[in-house]
């Protein structure tokens, strides 16, 4: 597994969760992290990403409520999920970026009950 993902769960609307990705140390000069959603019925999107050098987007529905961070050492990324709402139930995959391609995790349920 080249992107290993965890930290999904239930939670209760409000509640807070946080997401953490390994990388293997395989994969190399890696230029993005990130994380995509993708809810039943919908098609995944963009919900936070993170160069090397620290810049940050976010899809809108998540900003000042999710803030994603890297370790560029570790080859890891987390995502830190505040003020959670049922429309933030999906799962969430790790994405990484590297000069040679792109990498997904596994995926990793997030239930956020109202």
């Known amino acids: 597994v080249q992107l290993q993902a965890s930290g999904g769960g239930l939670v209760h609307s409000g509640g807070s969760l946080r997401l953490s990705c390994a990388a293997s140390?395989?994969?190399?000069?890696?230029?993005?992290m990130g994380w995509y959603r993708q809810a039943p019925g919908k098609q995944r999107e963009l919900v936070a990403v993170?160069?090397?050098?620290?810049?940050?987007n976010y899809v809108d529905s998540v900003k000042g409520r999710f803030t994603i961070s890297r370790d560029n050492a570790e080859n890891t990324v987390s995502l830190q999920m505040n003020s959670l709402k049922p429309e933030d139930t999906a799962v969430y995959y790790c994405?990484?970026?590297?000069?040679?391609?792109?990498?997904w995790g596994q995926g990793t349920q997030v239930t956020v009950s109202s």
């Open positions: 140390k395989s994969i190399i000069s890696i230029l993005t």
């Open positions: 993170i160069t090397t050098g620290g810049s940050t």
């Open positions: 994405n990484a970026v590297s000069i040679r391609g792109q990498y």
